[in-house]
């Protein structure tokens, strides 16, 4: 029986914790667990996995290096969490990571720094395939993960953070999070904060959930929406928290449903039992969520501060 990949790789990632620490990298900082082949660059430890399925173990450091996935199933995985980071170089002029396999695993690694003279620099560029990313922080760039359009394919975000993210005065426009036209998007447990510009989750899925995680925009500066479902959505949002700050650029709503367009039905949409408030010092009022869709969404249970409105339709 074929073992999925995100099992295989939790599997992997237990045995190594159970075991001796990771040996020292000297000169070749990347390992391929299957293999135990060690490499100099991220490159040449993807291409040797190949079309195949594989686990890259990081070792602690600061990289100036980038790599683009082009088939199989790889999991990229920091040795030690937070302690492996890539430090802006860019493959492709588009991000850190450049993933179009069938499947990408990337675990415990920091991205920074991430701009490309477009706008649209990333950590990760997620061209085609499932991605799980988890324990993972994306800091002081332009978007954390920007995707292309994948519908038979899902997205899953858990216990990372997005911090300092989104338009800079060197690029056009970009935001925290930006989601194509995926089958699904699922953040699980996170954190965007420290907003710099554009929206901090911005998704075209027709399947969303984000549940667990806090959008705190206290520190923000010309930000728009904490979510916009551009397209509309089906899904879940739920017991999160939502802090709108003083230096809004739009600051209108917090949950935007098709503002952009009706092009996937929002019936059904639940947004309930989430903590919403204005942090201090705000005088502005606002909305909790604004639907320009042509369904009615559930919002409920949620818990509201003073100058917030539950829910605005055109």
């Given at each position: ?273 989430n903590d919403v408030s204005l942090a201090p010092g705000v005088t502005y009022e606002t909305v ?27």
């Amino acid at each position: 029986m074929t073992i999925p990949f995100r099992l295989a790789v939790t599997a992997i990632v237990a045995a190594a914790c159970a075991g001796p620490g990771a040996a020292q990298s000297g000169a070749a900082p990347y390992s391929v667990q299957e293999t135990g082949q060690r490499f100099r660059t991220l490159q040449e430890a993807v291409s040797a996995i190949g079309d195949g399925a594989g686990t890259i173990y990081i070792a602690p450091g600061r990289y100036r290096d980038c790599a683009v996935q082009e088939a199989g199933r790889v999991a990229f995985i920091a040795e030690q969490r937070g302690t492996a980071t890539f430090d802006g170089e860019m493959c492709e002029g588009k991000a850190a990571l450049v993933l179009r396999g069938r499947e990408s695993h990337v675990e415990g690694l920091v991205f920074q720094n991430a701009r490309v003279p477009d706008g649209n620099g990333a950590g990760i560029r997620m061209e085609q395939g499932n991605l799980t990313v988890a324990w993972t922080m994306f800091q002081n760039g332009q978007c954390g993960i920007l995707s292309a359009n994948d519908p038979g394919s899902t997205i899953r975000i858990d216990h990372s953070t997005f911090s300092g993210l989104g338009k800079h005065p060197d690029g056009t426009g970009a935001h925290s999070l930006y989601i194509g036209e995926y089958g699904a998007l699922i953040v699980t447990n996170s954190r965007f904060e420290r907003g710099t510009g554009g929206h901090y989750l911005k998704s075209r899925a027709p399947r969303i959930e984000v549940t667990g995680t806090s959008f705190d925009d206290s520190r923000g500066s010309a930000t728009n929406y904490a979510i916009d479902l551009s397209a509309g959505a089906t899904g879940r949002i739920a017991g999160n928290i939502f802090v709108n700050g003083r230096g809004k650029e739009n600051y209108s709503t917090m949950i935007a449903v098709a503002a952009e367009g009706v092009h996937n039905s929002s019936a059904g949409l639940v947004v309930e039992n989430n903590d919403v408030s204005l942090a201090p010092g705000v005088t502005y009022e606002t909305v909790f969520v604004g639907n320009w869709s042509d369904d009615r969404l559930t919002v409920r249970g949620n818990r509201l501060g003073k100058g917030v409105k539950a829910e605005e339709g055109r």
